[in-house]
């Protein structure tokens, strides 16, 4: 087997180590050899899934923790669950057998929910297994790594590159936003039970700073600067490079409730800069600050205030757009907006600008009139030619 990859000179040097200047470096072939090896078409997709994985994944045991990567981690969280997803469908199938009525097969089952896509809602596990359906966009992103895992083993065909068809993608429907009226009702709810406070804290962060929800969880104790009124994103949780910013707080309603989501996570065990604002649960009472809390953390909490207060209708994510909405309504500039939310999508930029428009044509309403026109008002007159 070593004779398939390195020299015989330098057979007898261990290949985890580096020759002087890398003349016929064992280790170095190791890393050729490793980064080009194609995954085996016979293999399952399962097996061949891990491995492609492992490739797409930098980790080195030799260099210990390293900021380095190939992809973001966001983006290899996602490519683990669109992996898990495509297991149960195509885990035992070895690549080469893969063909396009399979993968047919997996878009009508994903976008219906039907087997094997029927499983137990989260949280509460106590209810009967229901089908779970898809997006569109969904499918097809998980399709798309199917596609990759393909091409790595020589498997994506010229039959399937012209027959296989992802599916439409609809543009989504505006987010809906709170009016006024009900987020002030929100957060008198959320203020009327001592369980429900996480809530009105997270709320009111979120309603003054715009933050998404992943942004949020992603806070650590050393991100949040209460002395200068400030708060670092991390690009942890930052969806892309543009959502790296920071942000003011503005008013001292937001500057208390940051007060007191600080001390809420030093009760729960955080001591340190590195400690997360929202620590992980472990059920049933035990918290980990090292760890962020999960996009579901605060969702019983959630759901029953909005039983209460009657919006079922409103998510964590919903609390940024009725922010936005807010500061287009006081007539914040466009690029104040932009500066202060990260990025906003051409197609949402022009949704806010146009409540901007709106809210300023009915505030110069307001303006006394130069004069009402009356039968006496004088028309201009065609000068005669000579």
């Known amino acids: 087997m070593q004779d398939q990859f390195f020299p015989r000179s330098v057979l007898s040097i261990p ?21 080009l ?32 990567r190939f992809i973001r981690d966001t983006t290899e969280k996602s490519y683990r669950q669109y992996v898990k997803t495509l297991n149960l469908f195509f885990e035992k199938l070895p690549l080469e057998k893969i063909h396009l009525g399979h993968m047919r097969e997996y878009q009508e089952a994903r976008v219906t929910g039907s087997s094997p896509f029927i499983r137990r809602r989260r949280p509460n ?28 083993a020589g498997c994506w065909t010229p039959e399937m590159d012209e027959f296989y068809q992802p ?25 009327s039970i001592p369980r429900w406070h996480l809530v009105y804290w997270y709320s009111v962060l979120a309603f003054d700073t715009g933050m998404s929800t992943n942004e949020i ?31 003011t707080l503005n008013t001292p309603e937001v ?49 029953e205030v909005r039983s209460a207060v009657g919006l079922r209708w409103l998510r964590p994510y919903d609390t940024r757009h009725t922010a936005i909405t807010r500061w287009a309504e006081a007539c914040v500039p466009p690029a104040v907006i932009k500066a202060r939310a990260g990025h906003v999508s051409d ?10 428009e709106a809210v300023q044509r009915w505030e110069l309403d307001k303006v006394p009139r130069i004069g009402p026109l009356s039968a006496g008002a004088p028309f201009y007159v065609q000068r005669q030619s000579c």
């Not at 290949?15 to 980064?35: F, R, S, V, Y």
């Not at 016979?42 to 061949?48: D, E, G, H, K, P």
């Not at 599916?167 to 203020?191: G, S, Y």
């Not at 002395?227 to 790296?244: S, T």
């Open 15 to 35: 290949t985890d180590q580096h020759t002087l200047g890398h003349l016929d470096c064992p280790a170095c072939e190791k890393a050729k050899n490793m980064t």
């Open 37 to 68: 090896t194609r995954i085996s078409p016979q293999l399952t997709f399962s097996t061949a899934a891990a491995l492609w994985l492992d490739s797409r994944s930098f980790k080195s045991p030799s260099i210990g923790f390293s900021s380095a």
């Open 125 to 152: 596990k106590n209810v009967l297994p229901a089908p779970c359906p898809a997006s569109p966009k969904k499918a097809n992103q998980e399709l798309s790594i199917l596609k990759m895992i393909l091409r790595r």
């Open 167 to 191: 599916f439409r993608e609809d543009l989504p429907d505006m987010p809906r936003a709170l009016t006024a009226e009900e987020q002030c009702a929100w957060l008198q709810c959320a203020n």
């Open 217 to 247: 969880r992603a806070l650590r104790l050393g991100d949040v600067d209460i002395a200068h009124r400030l708060i670092n994103i991390p690009a942890q949780g930052a969806k892309n490079r543009y959502r790296q910013r920071s942000v």
């Open 255 to 303: 500057i208390w409730a940051v007060e007191q989501l600080v001390r809420r996570s030093q009760d729960l065990g955080a001591n340190s800069p590195l400690h997360y604002l929202f620590p992980f649960r472990r059920p049933p009472r035990e918290f980990d600050p090292i760890l962020p809390m999960t996009a579901s953390g605060i969702k019983r909490q959630w759901n």
């Open 347 to 356: 197609r949402m930029m022009l949704h806010y600008t146009h409540i901007y």
